[in-house]
């Protein structure tokens, strides 16, 4: 699809215009699908999976990227510091699977796993399962990896197969763009599905207020990323973004993203007083198969968490990746999510009796 395209989909899709108006009646189409979905579930004429654990789904109604993995990865640390021994199952966009799901744990493969699977896994050390049947994907997981004792489930919000015991939907400045359904506009379910969520989080540009006093219903808290030091993916060298920005700064800085949205990498990295000469905007999940950067005249080229897990083997030392964190609004954001779920199975074990 051509840049020109995009920018016409992505304008239509926030405003609403000419072509958005043309496809309503498709849009219809897609509202009637996702009604009698649910209706179906809701009436137990289909049957959801429970999962002997607990189970968080992170998700969005906004089609492509709103930021949806930091989340997963914050908050499957989060509940390790809780006491809590998480996994992650995902549906390993890009990758064929067979019948059955593919499992592991740290340095995986993003060809193998996909690329978010495979940055949530070395991010964590979380152990992870792959399968677009997300209820095979966590009996697998949990028959591989008995310890694991809570569920995150990277994006699945409209896998209703799997039930869920919290719902986190992720959303960015877009909103819910022109509040249409596909393809008309950009949402994959009703804008009213924003209030069954637990939670809705909203990934900002920049940092927030901090606001102790929750919203709701749903809760809602807002979060932005804040750029960590990056590391050169040729041999590891780790390097502040200001000592980047004052070495190569003569020689030209590009940025590369093939993410949801790559405006916020890179409206990241200005924030972070990075100069930018280049910047190249690459589809989601972009496998990085040839070379995208031969033609990039920088001396360095910086890149996202999730396209370095794919392109490390390029062989170009001027590539660096820059990690992200997320930051929340509310500094009681997880254990607000933990207080909603029960006691981990080895506290309850090692509890005295009453």
Known sequence: MSQVLRNLIETQWQRGGWLSTLLRPVSAVTW??????????????????????????VGNIYVGGTGKTPVVIAMVQALRERGWTPGVVSRGYGVKIGKHPRTGQGDLAADRFGDEPALISRATNAPVSIHPDRPRAVRTLLSAFPQVDVIVSDDGLQHLALARDLEIIVQDGRGVGNGRLLPAGPLREPATRLREAHTVVTNVDGPVPLATAPSGPPY???MWMEPGAAWNLRDGTLRTLWELQADYQARGIAAAAGIGNPARFFATLRSAGMSLDTTIPLPDH?????????????????????DAVKCSGLGDNRLWAVPVTPRFSDPAFFDRVAARLPAPVEKNRRAPPR
């Open 220 to 222: 809602r808290v807002e």
């Open 32 to 57: 009637l699908a996702v009604s009698a979905k649910r209706a179906l579930y809701r009436r137990g004429w289909r049957q959801s999976y429970r999962a002997p654990v607990p189970v968080i789904v």
């Open 286 to 306: 972009y496998s990085y198969a040839r070379s995208p950067f031969a033609p990039v005249k920088a001396g360095l080229i910086l890149v996202t968490a999730k």
